[in-house]
């Protein structure tokens, strides 16, 4: 079977280009798929995460203003799609032109959109206008319409179900990029967290919290691995806290399992999530977990008190509690470090993209 994957540039470290690799490095390795990809503006970049050498790469150049912009993406798309003939067309961009596509291309084929992220993506700031919640409604409104047009709108988590009201949804959860031999020891007075700089993930929340961690357990430390942006405030917020002895900022890892072994403790401080992706790599590593129950995610990942704990979006201090009983408790930490590799074999490859594959047939027979 032919698969044709569609999507922007995956020359990043993000969660998105992640998943991309693994599943349909997996089709093309392990189901003996027929894979192609088309990427947007990739030009030369390399990638952060490795794909299979048996998938097929294409990449569209456009540039210009708007209008030249979407004619060139249309007919150079179109010519792509023609010659690859797919059986299938996944679609993995979370932009609102992506839902447009099926009426681009006109439906060559059974299509399937992949959503992975939650629409709270689109807010930026925890204040929003009138007329900023206004266009946000008539956005959702049209995104909603235009995904009624795919035979599948694929969703990762129960929780973001909610967000969309379709007949076409189903759900399948990202699978686990690596399933480690080894697990962490748990003796590393290492707390990580793992995720770009952004409003999104939390981090001046994170920060505020392991202040009150810092308090108790001064001789921890925090690291967080993700794409580091000045604009975000960070390092002047850890100064202004006076917790700059105890906390490290690095840039994505492209080796990020051998840090999670080298943990203790994950936290997830994130306001809203489309999956967690990072909190099931943890998990495989044998690292308990702490992290707020944001929309979405968390909750479908973590069984509280067994594996990890679940605290209230946004309540600091409940945070600061949590990591401080599993910091304090080494035989806790140890239990939920056993339970939460168990519990995380659900998301194994090999589980998830039988799903695929079977979704995959359902729609071409």
Known sequence: MRILYITNQISGAAGLERVLSIKASYLA???????????????????????????????????????QYIKQYSVRLKTIVNRVRPNVICVCDDGLKAFFLPIILGKPCPMIYERHVSKLIEIKTDS???????????RFTLMELLASSYNRFVVLTKGNTLEWNLKNIEIIPNPLSFYPEEVSGLQNKTVIAVGKHSFQ???????????????????????????????????A?????????????????????????????????????GFGMVLIEAMASG?????????????????????????????????????????????L?????????????????????????????ELVV
């Open 29 to 67: 390795d392990n189901m003996g798929y027929d894979v192609h990809i088309v990427t947007l503006n990739q030009g030369e970049d390399s990638l952060f995460f490795d794909f299979s050498k048996r998938i097929k790469h294409h990449d569209i150049k456009v540039e210009g203003d708007f209008f």
């Open 128 to 138: 929003q206008s009138f007329f900023k919640k206004i266009k946000l409604k008539a």
């Open 201 to 235: 993930k939390g981090y001046d929340r994170l920060l505020q919290s392991w202040k009150l961690v810092n308090q108790r357990n001064p001789d921890w430390k925090l690291k967080i691995y993700g794409t580091i942006d000045e604009n975000q405030g960070l390092t």
């Open 237 to 273: 917020l850890v100064e202004q806290l006076g917790i700059e002895k105890s906390v490290e900022f690095y840039p994505p890892a492209r080796d990020i399992e051998k840090e999670y072994l080298a943990a203790s403790v994950f936290v997830l401080s994130s306001r809203y999530e």
């Open 287 to 331: 690292v308990p977990c702490v992290s707020f129950d944001c929309p979405h995610g968390p909750k479908d990942i973590i069984t509280h008190n067994q594996d990890g704990y679940l605290v209230q979006n946004g309540d600091v201090n409940g945070l600061a509690v949590s990591i401080n009983q599993l910091i304090e408790n080494s035989s």
């Open 333 to 361: 930490r140890e239990s939920m470090g056993r339970t939460a590799r168990v519990n995380v074999n659900r998301f194994l490859a090999e589980t998830v993209m039988k799903q695929w594959d079977e979704l995959f047939k």
